[in-house]
């Protein structure tokens, strides 16, 4: 495995267990969701969600805005969002 692969498993699994001191904002959890998804499965596909259904409208929006984005680009993006963070 990468070493970037290795890393972003960490971050990927530090942002889903974190507890107590890190509280992202809901635009900063949509921007990790846009990144993990461009990394993990490649662009955006499927149509854009009704306008009645908020949350996964927001998520594929997000998505889209990192469209064309490389998966190795897209890792180091998480990674470097997260340290930012810490």
């Known amino acids: 495995m990468s070493d970037l692969k290795s890393q972003f498993e960490e971050a990927v699994n530090y942002i889903q267990n974190a507890e107590g001191d890190f509280q992202p904002s809901n635009e900063m959890k949509l921007e990790f969701y846009a990144l993990y998804k461009q990394a993990t499965a490649g662009d955006v596909s499927g149509k854009r969600p009704g306008m009645m259904d908020f949350v996964n409208r ?28 810490k």
């Open 58 to 85: 927001a998520k594929y929006d997000a998505w889209e805005k990192v469209k064309g984005t490389s998966s190795e680009q897209a890792m180091q993006q998480y990674i470097d969002k997260l340290e930012a963070l």
